[in-house]
């Protein structure tokens, strides 16, 4: 049977746009390039077969055995066959002689050639025939870029589109069955990672059992640990070619290959690279673009992905050194990286916040990178925000139980500043396991109180109070005065919340006084700023602006500007209470201003939402609904409670909104 190429129509329109009308002065060379498995053959077959009329003098064909057992094709072995299939023979015995030869038989014919499986441009270049009307269609798992210096044109071909997949695998094994399970047929092509070679293989399982329903072929598939084998049959299928790809890599590149399969996170950067394979920057860069030449890895927005079926495939292969001490080792390495670097943009952020420990697999700790202002450090923070997260699951599951937490505690700007509230919970969740695990007291302090922040932020108001109790129990058990503070200042937020403003400002009496006398001035003010929010929230605005006021020259003074931003902008609260519409402006103003500079997206939209009610009090409805879009937009990027709270679409279609509620007491 003669299947037809699926899932290739925009391929093979590129590809006619490239022959044209063969009317110019120089032959046409395409470099058909791509991962293992993915169809260049059968891409550049279907496509030359298909235009066999503007080749009148025929198609030659060419295997170059790149991953052939015995090595790639000579080039001077193909140039003999392709003479014979001219009616030349015997052929010069030098290369160079075949070469110029094969160009003079080729000049002025129409003619096309496939060198199938090209290992790299070396090999391909003796065989291009320099004909003006000949095409050259080179296909080869490796990017053969340096075919540009000859005029080559290159057409990557990657994964199947998920529709194109699902028509393939209909293709192979019946329309009726695919239509009869349609999600059964979407599991299947994507447990084939969308790879052509994986869904025809997938397709002969499902074929040889015409009565199995599709849905055993998908759970099969759905063993991580075995799918590779069940898309390999004969030792010739998916694994076969993986292994031959990997088998082209030099050595450096070969011993990091299996060092990625360790890895946990679905993007990587440069660094994580780096570190995973403890390599120099041009070490790194060399195996990079190594494994990118052939199609081990992609670049993709913010670094660089395995495929999925080869990161299982790298997986399998980490799987012999996973216990052993380079395995070992390289996981190390990549957490004490996350650890440094998370640790050193929390000391530009949050400096009054780290003061716990910090232990790392050396002793010693590494170099980290260097954070120039608070908006860099929090840009850091906020695109490293999946792989931090999936570090500490990775550090809590491999045993290492404190570098889980200090990960989780070094973490503590972006929960404030962002408020990924979800993420804040899960987090202090397995922070909190794991410093109770190694029985270390101020870890697990810390993170109940931080934990209880985010318990809070995420609208689980008991549970918070229950983790802020248990802090206060442990530290007048352990006498940490410290720690005592924190926990009163969190129950101060849980009363703020419940209504008892009175003992909210009790805890927070206590919490300014023990602060002041450790000499933490920057915890004083916070506890002052709350003070001053809970007389706002009791309707006392006048009472409210002097003890506000002072937070924030205090917060100045530290100083703390992320922390003298959020003052300001209850500051704009009383005043706006007190109807001071030009004070309140200029306070939001400056406090918009200042989170603007630290990137506290959170707190943007929070302010961008106080300056549209502002707006819309004194009637100008156009500049309301600019700042409401505005703060709209924000509150959408953010992966926290205020989203659902954000008031962006009734604002917009009202110009009426709600104000939005306080984050409880001014929290830290």
């Not at 290369?95 to 090999?123: K, M, N």
């Not at 190594?290 to 890895?297: G, S, W």
């Not at 990286?337 to 009054?352: D, F, G, I, N």
């Amino acid at each position: 049977m003669s299947w037809r190429l699926v899932g290739r129509e925009d391929d093979l329109v590129a590809l006619d746009g490239l022959l044209g009308d063969m009317t110019g002065t120089a032959d046409v060379t395409v470099a058909v390039t791509g991962p293992a498995g993915a169809g260049k053959s059968a891409l550049a077959v279907q496509w030359l077969r298909s235009r066999s009329d503007r080749f009148p003098d025929g198609q030659l064909y060419a295997d170059l055995r790149a991953h052939a057992p015995d090595g790639p094709a000579d080039p001077a072995e193909v140039l003999e066959g392709f003479l014979h299939a001219f009616g030349i023979a015997p052929a010069p015995r030098s290369s160079a002689a075949r070469a110029a030869l094969w160009r003079s038989v080729a000049a002025g014919r129409r003619f096309a050639v496939l060198l199938d499986d090209a290992c790299a441009a070396d090999q391909v270049r003796p065989l291009l025939p320099g004909s003006e009307h000949a095409v050259v269609v080179v296909t080869s798992r490796r990017r053969m870029a340096r075919l540009a210096m000859d005029g080559a044109v290159f057409r990557p071909v990657g994964l199947l589109p998920g529709d194109s997949a699902v028509r393939l695998l209909a293709q192979r094994v019946g329309p009726d069955r695919v239509a009869g399970e349609p999600v059964a047929a979407n599991l299947v092509v994507e447990r084939c990672g969308r790879l052509a070679l994986a869904v025809c293989l997938a397709a002969v399982r499902i074929g040889s059992r015409p009565a199995q329903p599709l849905s055993v072929t998908a759970e099969a598939l759905g063993d991580e640990s075995r799918r590779l084998a069940a898309l390999d049959p004969g030792g010739e299928g998916v694994q076969h070619v993986l292994d031959a790809s990997v088998a082209m890599l030099e050595a450096g590149a070969a011993r990091l290959y299996p060092l990625l399969g360790l890895l946990p996170f679905a993007v990587l950067t440069p660094d994580v690279v780096r570190a995973v394979g403890g390599l120099e920057r041009a070490e790194t860069d060399r195996h990079l673009d190594e494994l990118l030449d052939i199609h081990l890895l992609e670049e993709t927005e913010g670094g660089f992905r395995l495929d999925s079926l080869v990161k299982l495939h790298a997986r399998a292969r980490a799987d012999a050194i996973r216990d052993r001490r380079e395995g070992w080792a390289a996981v190390d390495r990549v957490l004490d990286q996350y650890l440094a670097t998370a640790t050193a943009a929390e000391a530009v952020l949050s400096p009054s916040h780290r003061t716990l420990r910090r232990d790392f697999s050396t002793g010693a700790g590494c170099p980290a990178r260097e954070f120039v202002d608070e908006s860099t450090a929090l840009r850091w923070f906020e695109a490293e925000t999946g792989r931090l997260a999936d570090a500490v699951r990775w550090a809590a599951a491999t045993g290492r139980a404190a570098t889980a937490w200090q990960l989780v505690d070094a973490m503590w700007p972006l929960f404030l500043r962002s408020r990924p509230s979800l993420l804040w919970t899960e987090m202090h969740r397995i922070g909190r396991t794991a410093a109770r695990s190694v029985g270390h007291r101020d870890g697990e302090l810390r993170m109940l109180t931080s934990g209880g922040a985010g318990l809070r932020n995420a609208g689980l108001e008991e549970e918070a109070a229950e983790w802020y109790t248990e802090a206060l129990h442990l530290a007048r058990a352990s006498g940490d005065r410290l720690a005592e503070a924190d926990a009163l200042y969190g129950l101060s937020q849980i009363h703020w919340s419940d209504g008892r403003l009175a003992e909210a400002a009790d805890c927070l009496r206590t919490s300014a006084e023990i602060r002041e006398a450790l000499g933490y001035l920057r915890g004083k003010a916070l506890a002052r700023l709350a003070l001053g929010g809970l007389l706002l929230r009791d309707g006392r605005p006048a009472e409210a602006v002097p003890v506000i006021a002072d937070a924030h020259q205090e917060l100045v003074a530290v100083p703390a500007a992320y922390e003298a931003a959020r003052a300001l902008t209850f500051l704009g609260q009383a005043h706006a209470a007190l109807g001071d519409r030009a004070a309140a402006g200029r306070c939001y103003a400056d406090s918009l201003a200042g989170f603007r500079a630290s990137g506290a997206r959170h707190w943007q939209a929070r302010v961008l939402h106080l300056l549209g009610d502002l707006a819309r009090d004194r009637g100008d409805l156009a500049e309301a609904a600019d700042r409401y879009r505005e703060s709209g937009v924000l509150y959408a990027s953010l992966a926290a409670r205020d989203t659902d709270r954000s008031p962006a679409a009734e604002v917009l279609d009202t110009l009426i909104p709600p104000r939005p509620p306080a984050d409880g007491c001014p929290g830290e």
